[in-house]
């Protein structure tokens, strides 16, 4: 089916199916109870979840599979998101000129940047796209600031030409993007009982792209050329002595990469059109590093799971406060409900990255390959069970009646 394998294509139709049911499998608890604070189901993290998804996938391409590991995709990731603001202020607020323009931009700055920087291999390579990325940050924040408007940000606004749809909406107001006139704000509210769902357009759009893009990683990874990558990955002196040159490959695989990162980039302005230097900077970089480590650097699902994780994190933990752990801990005597308050404060809140660092800490030592080899131990688990049950049951019917 799609040209995968049975087991990709499996594998397929579970991301299809948790990501078209996303926004009723991360609300599991009812609104009115003291659980809702873990809910995940609005439309603005499910959105980031596909988003830094997306970007992650790309990422895996080339670190996964090549081995080399780039501190610099922030750049296209910024790239790309420039490169859609400036359609939205001069073509049209459809997101599909914006998402297109913001892949070959990124595409386009993917090629200079891997040229140069593929010119050496391990740290020096790392250090060469990290230098990069934070020349660019530079250049958005500063030289640039015609073209990136600098420290506040490349925004819309009513004097945008516009030349496809107009500068502003009917009401005079700055308008919305859109996707052929369904806007990415527009939500449907779905009530049952003490449950409540947000389906919301914006995300499906992300959905569309991601499943796309998760699709053309598995054909990436299953082709000759992800062969290739894989076998420079393991031993690229050995190959280069046979006689191979590597660095097309190589070059591919970081253009690629730069062009998942630019299409995260153009999701990010589709939902917000807003832009700024910050998303160029080492931080974000490391980010994504962590969300392919975490789920499992070289797998397909992996630099998924991983990027739901870290913004989970980062959106539901850091709002955790002291006056949600005292509701939580009320019927507790005062004094232990403030000594665990106490001793919880640190892990949540702007302390979120503390838990973080800590579970990844702790993913790296025990579990190397992330979370995937965390699924993997557990089905072995219950396939070992199983087994023991099923021959036990076939040595009892095989037994000879007396």
Same mark, same amino acid.
């Given at each position: 089916?799609?040209?995968?394998?049975?087991? @990709?294509?499996?594998?397929?139709?579970? $991301? $299809?199916?948790? $990501?078209?049911?996303?926004?009723?499998?991360?609300?599991?608890?009812? $609104?009115d109870s003291a659980m809702a604070q873990f809910n995940a189901g609005y439309p603005d993290l499910m959105q980031r979840f596909l988003i830094f998804g997306i970007f992650a996938v790309g990422f895996n391409i080339l670190f996964g599979l090549t081995g080399y590991l780039s501190f610099g995709h922030?750049?296209?990731? =910024?790239?790309?998101?420039?490169?859609?603001?400036?359609? /939205?202020?001069?073509?049209?607020?459809?997101?599909?000129? #914006?998402?297109?323009v913001a892949m070959v931009v990124a595409g386009l700055f993917s090629v200079v940047i891997g040229y140069v920087s593929l010119r050496r291999s391990g740290i020096y390579f790392s250090i060469l796209t990290l230098a990069f990325a934070q020349m660019s940050y530079a250049l958005a924040y500063s030289v640039l600031t015609p073209i990136t408007n600098g420290e506040t940000g490349l925004q819309l606004s009513l004097n945008d030409p516009r030349v496809l749809d107009g500068a502003a909406s009917a009401d005079g107001s700055l308008p919305v993007p859109t996707f052929f006139g369904l806007e990415m704000r527009d939500s449907w509210d779905v009530t049952l009982g003490g449950w409540a769902f947000t389906f919301n357009a914006g995300y499906y759009l992300c959905a569309i792209f991601m499943l796309v893009?998760?699709?053309?990683?598995?054909?990436?990874?299953?082709?000759?050329?992800?062969?290739?990558?894989?076998?420079?990955?393991?031993?690229?002196q050995r190959m280069n002595y046979t006689g191979l040159n590597t660095r097309p490959y190589t070059l591919a695989? /970081?253009?690629?990469? =730069?062009?998942?990162a630019g299409l995260a980039g153009g999701l990010m302005v589709s939902m917000d059109p807003l832009a700024g230097a910050e998303r160029m900077?080492?931080?974000?970089?490391?980010?994504?590093?962590?969300?392919t480590i975490l789920g499992g650097a070289g797998t397909l699902i992996g630099p998924v799971l991983g990027a739901g994780f870290i913004k989970y994190f980062e959106n539901i933990f850091s709002k955790i406060n002291d006056n949600v752990l005292h509701g939580w801990f009320a019927f507790l005597p005062d004094g232990l409900e403030n000594a665990i308050v106490w001793i919880l404060h640190p892990f949540v809140g702007k302390g979120w990255h503390l838990t973080l660092g800590l579970l990844f800490m702790l993913v790296v030592i025990f579990l190397?390959?992330?979370?995937?080899? #965390? =699924?993997?131990?557990?089905?072995?688990?219950?396939?070992?069970?199983?087994?023991?049950? @099923?021959?036990?049951?076939?040595s009892t019917q095989s037994t000879p009646a007396e």
């Open positions: 089916m799609l040209g995968l394998t049975g087991k @990709d294509f499996t594998l397929f139709l579970i $991301v $299809v199916v948790m $990501v078209v049911f996303a926004p009723i499998i991360l609300n599991p608890f009812p $609104v922030a750049a296209f990731l =910024g790239a790309g998101s420039y490169a859609g603001v400036w359609m /939205f202020k001069l073509l049209s607020m459809n997101v599909l000129p #914006a998402i297109l893009a998760f699709y053309v990683a598995i054909r990436i990874f299953r082709s000759p050329f992800g062969m290739m990558l894989r076998a420079i990955k393991s031993n690229q695989a /970081f253009v690629i990469s =730069g062009m998942f900077q080492w931080t974000r970089s490391g980010e994504v590093v962590l969300m190397p390959g992330g979370l995937v080899e #965390a =699924g993997q131990r557990i089905g072995r688990l219950f396939s070992r069970k199983k087994k023991p049950a @099923d021959a036990a049951q076939k």
